[in-house]
């Protein structure tokens, strides 16, 4: 079951990231709707990544909710939400008139 669930994640990892190549590398992103909605879409992830870590920290150090030793894999766990979180914000937003 868990096996199942981690291959259904690393797909999704993968397909939200080559969405976000192929509009990287589209005419569309070139223009200045284009590198506007990349730049909200970088700012949405930096902010979801740097909230994650702090939440994480807190949970680790201040909490101790989660022990030391699974940190680096709640990193992890955080850095790959990000970027589905990121593609299906991109996704949102190109729909949107900007």
Do not use: H
């Amino acid at each position: 079951m868990s096996t199942t669930l981690v291959m259904i994640f690393l797909v999704i990892i993968i397909v939200s990231e080559l969405y976000k190549s192929n509009f990287e590398k589209s005419v569309e992103s070139r223009d200045e709707r284009g590198r506007l909605i990349l730049l909200r879409v970088k700012s949405l992830s930096y902010n979801f990544l740097t909230g994650g870590i702090f939440l994480g920290m807190f949970l680790t150090a201040i909490f101790n909710i989660m022990e030391l030793e699974f940190f680096p894999f709640y990193v992890l766990a955080i850095f790959l939400l990000q970027g589905v979180i990121s593609s299906v914000y991109l996704a949102i937003i190109r729909k949107k008139e900007i």
